[in-house]
């Protein structure tokens, strides 16, 4: 008989945070808490790169698909 560990759930929506900003799911994309930013971003990784642009860029990224992902915009909060 073969013994089964039970897995640890972590969902894949869960809040975010980046460079102390939170990055949240709603809806079909992804909320920054950033101040005047009422924008929503097809991917959390386009979320990080809305806060690299606000902050100014970082010197180097560790991820490539940061770096392909942009800034895509799919709404606006209402």
Do not use: F, H
């Not at 894949?12 to 079909?28: F, H, L, S």
């Not at 606000?54 to 606006?76: E, F, M, P, T």
């Amino acid at each position: 008989m073969r013994i089964i560990g039970k897995d640890s759930y972590i969902p894949e929506y869960k809040t975010r945070t980046y460079r102390g900003i939170k990055v949240k799911r709603d809806g079909n994309g992804w909320c920054t808490s950033l101040d005047g930013d009422n924008n929503i971003y097809k991917s959390y990784y386009s979320a990080y790169n809305a806060i690299d642009k606000y902050y100014g860029n970082r010197d180097g990224y560790s991820n490539l698909r940061q770096i392909k992902a942009g800034i895509k915009i799919i709404g606006q909060k209402e």
